[in-house]
């Protein structure tokens, strides 16, 4: 039985197919940029907003069947075709009058690397925990202007902590970056051509320095924090082997 018709700010929209989720108890969390919006309000003004084409969710891929029926109790169509082909990883469904997908990733997120999020989805709040949205951008080797200024409004909004899910939590972000050779290669050369970006709009004074300050803290304890022995092992190949993958093109794909 239908319970409401998409609505038009994405957003709102996403706010409320979350709120739908936890009513029944079914761990589903926002990623992408909506995800971003829905937590930071920097992202929605300038200099930093920019629209959005679809909302992204991170589900389980031993609730398919709860998150398809969730989704077309609210409004929306499953792409059955994908879905039958791509479902054990993946799940789209379109809200066809606002000409919008809703793009479901299944226990984590794979792009240039894979980050796995399938026990990172029952903390407070719409979206992903801002470490866990922060390293989705991270990890995008060819970043864009709209990925770095989704990643510069985590930092304006969200202090760095040591850990937990209430903040930019730097056990987290070095756990990962300190196990995975590719992972740090990737993330600290992400972060080095944001915080050129950082800096450049805090000399315009377009946002605050807070920003720049935060993601060099970052950057500092990546450097700093203990590599695994895998790490090393790889360190010692470094960039003569490409160390990450370049994302798949799937049909009916769309930025986040």
């Not at 794979?110 to 922060?134: E, F, I, K, V």
Request: proline share 4%; hydrophobic share 40%; net charge negative.
């Amino acid at each position: 039985m239908s319970v409401g018709a998409p609505q038009s700010d994405p957003v709102d929209e996403a706010t409320r197919v979350i709120d739908a989720a936890d009513s029944q108890g079914l761990p589903l969390r926002l990623t992408g940029g909506v995800g971003i919006a829905s937590i930071s309000p920097s992202a929605r003004r300038s200099p930093l907003a920019r629209g959005y084409g679809d909302i992204d969710f991170v589900g389980r891929s031993n609730r398919v069947a709860q998150i398809e029926a969730l989704f077309i109790s609210l409004g929306y169509v499953p792409e059955q075709e994908f879905n039958d082909i791509h479902g054990e990883n993946r799940l789209f469904f379109v809200d066809l009058a606002n000409r919008r997908e809703a793009d479901v990733f299944l226990d984590g997120i794979t792009a240039c690397h894979r980050l796995d999020l399938g026990d990172r989805l029952t903390n407070a709040g719409p979206a992903l925990a801002p470490s866990d949205l922060l390293l989705t951008k991270l990890q995008i080797v060819k970043t864009t202007q709209k990925d770095q200024h989704d990643m510069i409004a985590l930092l304006l909004d969200h202090a760095v902590v040591d850990s937990g899910t209430e903040g930019i939590s730097l056990e987290r972000i070095t756990e990962i970056c300190s196990a995975d050779w590719g992972w740090w290669r990737t993330v600290t050369g992400v972060a080095q051509t944001t915080l050129d970006v950082t800096n450049r709009l805090t000399e315009e004074g377009l946002i605050d320095p807070v920003a720049h300050q935060r993601l060099r803290h970052i950057a500092d304890a990546i450097d700093a924090a203990p590599k695994s022995r895998k790490w090393k092992l790889r360190a010692r190949v470094g960039e003569r082997v490409r160390w990450y993958e370049e994302p798949e093109a799937l049909e009916h794909d769309s930025s986040q």
